[in-house]
């Protein structure tokens, strides 16, 4: 990931997450706050409230007072005539109260014997009703008339009660003694007093009430417990406490009443939902602008160093550093720059050159060489590359050692810079045009050439530095210089195309005896387009699924019975061109084509020889495999799985090794065989008798029998030839091998060959190399053997 994301996904998170902790704290402390507000504007208003009801109850008693001091409640209350009391006493009584109370809270008074009977009652009710207490009252009557009964001394007593949900009464109760009033004496007979009751609206229960309603909101819970009281009206009080779930209860404990608001969360958040919005929209503005600001600092203190440094390195070419320069700051990026200048020097070094010899490697030879190309092409010069290959150089390392044959390398090197050093030279070499390729591979460049002459003599040159040997550490080693040589603009423009004709050249030069060297001619230019469009083809073939197979028989030489057949591969495409396997199985073997050539082989073997099983044949197939194989890791896991796939018993087919083209024995080869044979394979060598390791290969080699080559086959009346038909095949008795004779185009040849002991044979005689259908109908019945 780029710096720039990364700087994205860092910044705007963290920035977000340390705003977001800022508005969460401050959010915090809002709300505490307002927890603080509302406890001291509760503990406010309900202390206000308090004293408001005080003032309210000690105005009820000075209203009773005045009203039981009066003379006119005093005659009406000594009074004992009960008529003249009720009509005459009673309207002044009436009127008095009526003054008295006249815009005041009081809503009614009642006056009461001992036993609770009314005397005299001021309410609301109609004037032919007859006169009651309020039903609310009746238990306090009772408690207030047993409370003065039992009371040594005339007293108060009064309850906060609620007519009705919006409304709050006081009633005070008050014992006292007519004579008492009058005479303002004690110690008359307790039996003489009488009782007041006063009822008041107490306001100020919803005034505040409505009051912190409208301050702290509508969700506010009050209650409110009355209790019956005769003591004093004193300040009390009020205590706080937030409950679990994070409500606030203000309460009041009084010998009056017990009140209580409990304010719940939600109105304490609802009223910090403006707050919240302001903090949102702080946070995320404020997030918005540090991010962009962080942003463009860091971006031009920061990323932007860092992508110039970056444009610079992606911008030296290649390895030459032309971007990069030395910095004189003595910050980071400086430092990082300046450590990568002097990186890319060694790298470059590295890179550049084979630590070996000292001369280019391969991958900055080839860049140059292309550069070089280009810039000669411009100018119009010719350019000779000479392609060097040092042969038996792989024989010094296999019996002096790899020590010896890096010195030998770094001595041919040495030489070769010196040879190409000389003032009589006709074309420039620079340092950069020698190049090692790779292991005993070597390249030189010579630049505005006039023809042909300058490379012949360079190569000649090449050539005598190994006339008597090459000398190294004492020991002269035996060995030589193979050179291919290409010019331009006569053999290519670009690197690959002049470095693989060079290359070609060069293989010519070894086919033709070695230690010399060869131009690249248009006959090389043909057999290389005509490889690559056997190569195309090929490919082709493998993916069109065009490859076809034929069969040729495999007879039993007494008695001319089938028991076997050998499946050749062709190939359709090239089959028209007039190239038969003998060409495109080298080139397939060489490009890595053959691997998958060969399991196609195998599978379609396996598929038709199915078919052939459920025709009675009872014979085997034979396929041809390439020794490539026996260095192919997979090769033995690819046939168990076409096995078990097809089901095909393994010793019906027989896997042809060319004797030719095996590769000398070793213990991964020998070990892949083994595999083979295990699973049940039978191997046999092909074209025997042609190789120079053919008995090696006998001794090593876990096979099961041998095919006898067909040149040996058709000079039967050569006496060196039957005499090696006959040594082979008492080779093949010794070991107990099945052999059979390939090219058999004669009775004589068929004759004979029984005749010496060979047990089967194939060839023209019985059968040429025909479509698989064609040889299903040479299987008649009566003619089928197994094998």
């Not at 503990?43 to 000690?58: A, F, V, Y």
């Not at 331009?488 to 070695?514: I, W």
């Not at 396929?623 to 997979?634: D, F, H, P, Y």
């Amino acid at each position: 990931m780029r710096l720039e994301r990364r700087v994205h996904y860092i910044l705007l998170p963290f920035i977000v997450v340390i705003f977001l902790a800022g508005g969460l704290t401050s959010y915090g402390v809002l709300k505490e706050r307002r927890y603080v507000q509302y406890e001291q504007l509760l503990r406010r208003d309900i202390n206000s409230m308090h004293n408001e009801i005080g003032l309210e109850l000690r105005s009820m008693k000075s209203y009773l007072s005045e009203i039981l001091n009066s003379n006119e409640f005093v005659r009406f209350s000594i009074e004992r005539d009960s008529q003249y009391q009720a009509f005459t006493l009673g309207a002044a009584a009436y009127g008095m109260i009526d003054r008295t109370v006249k815009g005041t809270n009081v809503v009614s008074i009642y006056l009461t014997d001992q036993q609770g009977r009314i005397l005299l009652s001021r309410d609301d009710s109609g004037p032919f009703d007859e006169p009651a207490l309020p039903e609310q009252l009746s238990g306090f009557t009772e408690s207030a008339l047993k409370f003065f009964n039992d009371s040594t001394k005339f007293d108060d007593l009064g309850l906060f009660f609620k007519p009705n949900p919006e409304t709050f009464h006081y009633v005070l109760a008050r014992s006292f003694s007519p004579r008492r009033l009058q005479h303002d004496v004690f110690g008359q007979a307790k039996s003489d007093y009488m009782v007041a009751m006063i009822i008041v609206n107490i306001e100020s229960f919803n005034h505040y009430k409505y009051e912190l309603i409208g301050d702290l909101g509508t969700d506010l819970q009050f209650s409110f417990d009355p209790v019956i009281s005769n003591k004093p009206y004193a300040p009390q009080e009020v205590t706080m406490q937030v409950n679990d779930d994070s409500a606030i209860v203000a309460t009041i404990n009084t010998d009056y009443y017990t009140a209580s608001v409990k304010v719940p969360e939600s109105s304490i958040v609802k009223s910090l939902q403006d707050s919240k919005a302001h903090i949102i929209f702080f946070v995320v503005v404020a997030s918005l602008i540090s991010y962009v600001l962080l942003w463009l600092a860091i971006r031009q203190v920061i990323v932007k160093p860092i992508n110039e440094l970056a444009s610079r390195v992606k911008q030296t070419d290649e390895l030459d550093g032309s971007e990069l320069k030395m910095m004189d700051g003595d910050d980071e990026v400086s430092e990082l720059n300046n450590a990568y200048f002097q990186l890319l020097g060694s790298i470059q070094q590295i890179a550049s050159f084979d630590s070996l010899t000292g001369l280019a490697n391969r991958r900055s030879f080839e860049i140059w060489l292309e550069r070089h190309l280009a810039r000669q092409a411009q100018q119009q010069n010719k350019v000779a590359l000479l392609f060097i290959d040092l042969d038996k150089f792989k024989w010094v390392n296999d019996h002096y050692g790899h020590a010896v044959g890096d010195r030998l390398l770094r001595e041919f090197g040495a030489r070769l810079r010196e040879i190409t050093r000389t003032s009589d030279m006709t074309a420039f070499v620079s340092h950069e045009s020698i190049a090692r390729l790779a292991g005993d591979e070597f390249a030189v460049v010579l630049s505005d050439v006039q023809g042909p002459e300058a490379a012949c003599a360079v190569a000649t040159r090449v050539i005598k530095l190994f006339e008597s040997g090459f000398w190294v550490d004492g020991i002269t080693h035996d060995v030589q210089a193979s050179i291919g040589i290409a010019m331009m603009p006569e053999d290519g423009h670009d690197a690959s195309t002049l470095l693989k004709h060079a290359d070609v050249a060069m293989y010519q030069a070894k086919a033709n005896g070695r230690n010399r060297y060869e131009f690249f001619t248009k006959e090389i230019a043909e057999s290389i387009r005509q490889r690559d469009m056997i190569e195309v083809l090929l490919k082709d073939a493998l993916s069109d699924k065009t490859f076809e197979l034929a069969y040729m028989p495999i007879v039993d030489l007494d008695n001319g019975d089938i028991v076997g057949c050998e499946a050749l591969l062709r190939c359709p495409s090239l089959q028209q061109q007039g190239i038969g396997p003998d060409v495109f199985i080298p080139i397939a073997e060489s490009t890595g084509l053959i691997k998958k050539i060969d399991l196609r082989v195998i599978e379609q073997a396996f598929v038709d020889y199915l078919q052939l099983k459920s025709r009675g044949f009872e014979g085997y197939v034979a396929v041809n495999i390439s020794a490539v194989e026996l260095r192919n890791e997979k090769f033995v896991g690819q046939l168990c799985e076409l096995l078990a796939h097809y089901r095909v018993p393994a010793h019906k087919i027989h896997l042809e090794l060319t004797e030719t083209r095996l590769i000398s024995p070793d213990q991964d080869a020998v070990a892949v065989l083994e595999d083979l044979q295990q699973l049940g394979f039978q191997l046999v060598l092909d074209d025997f008798g042609t190789g120079y390791t053919a008995f090696n290969q006998l001794m090593h080699y876990p096979v099961s029998g041998l095919k006898i080559d067909r040149s040996f086959i058709g000079y039967c009346d050569n006496p060196q030839k039957v005499k090696m038909v006959e040594i082979i095949l008492a080779l093949a008795n010794v070991y107990e091998l099945n052999v059979v004779a390939e090219g058999v185009e004669t009775q004589e040849q068929a004759a004979y060959l029984a005749e010496q002991g060979c047990q089967y044979g194939q060839g023209y005689l019985f059968s040429k190399p025909i479509p698989f259908d064609d040889f299903c109908q040479k299987l008649e019945p009566g003619k089928l053997a197994a094998g």
